[in-house]
Nanobody, 123 residues
Framework: QVQLVESGGGLVQTGGSLRLSCAAS????????TSWFRQAPGKEREFVAA????????YYTDSVKGRFTISRDNAKNTVYLQMNSLKPEDTAVYYC????????????????WGQGTQVTVSS
């Protein structure tokens, strides 16, 4: 029904920037929220940011507020995560996910997931 594909990850130095993209196909217009999660080795999957279907509502985890910006371009069926002032603690595999309804910060409430893209920040 829905397919999500992440891209844009890579290796950057501390203080650098990356922009991740999540391209969606299928019946994406029915989903209220699309979000980014990340998972570092040996750690639980962590909520990063969420955006509503219209783009009018966004949420961020405290550790990325002021540094990351989530946005969307519905004409292109794409959600973005602009990451600035990157730190080594941001190193993780980043996943996008979408939900029709549920808790935006809770991974188990999401219906579809992408394959992930690796972000590595050197110290």
């Amino acid at each position: 029904q829905v397919q999500l594909v992440e891209s844009g990850g890579g290796l950057v130095q501390t203080g650098g920037s990356l922009r991740l993209s999540c391209a969606a196909s299928g019946r994406t217009f029915s989903f209220y929220n699309t979000s980014w999660f990340r998972q570092a080795p040996g750690k639980e999957r962590e909520f990063v940011a969420a955006i509503s279907l219209s783009g009018g509502t966004t949420y961020y985890t405290d550790s990325v507020k002021g540094r990351f910006t989530i946005s969307r371009d519905n004409a292109k069926n794409t959600v973005y995560l602009q990451m600035n002032s990157l730190k080594p603690e941001d190193t993780a595999v980043y996943y996008c996910a979408t939900q029709r309804t549920g808790r935006y910060y809770y991974a188990n409430d999401y219906d579809y997931w992408g394959q992930g893209t690796q972000v590595t920040v050197s110290s």
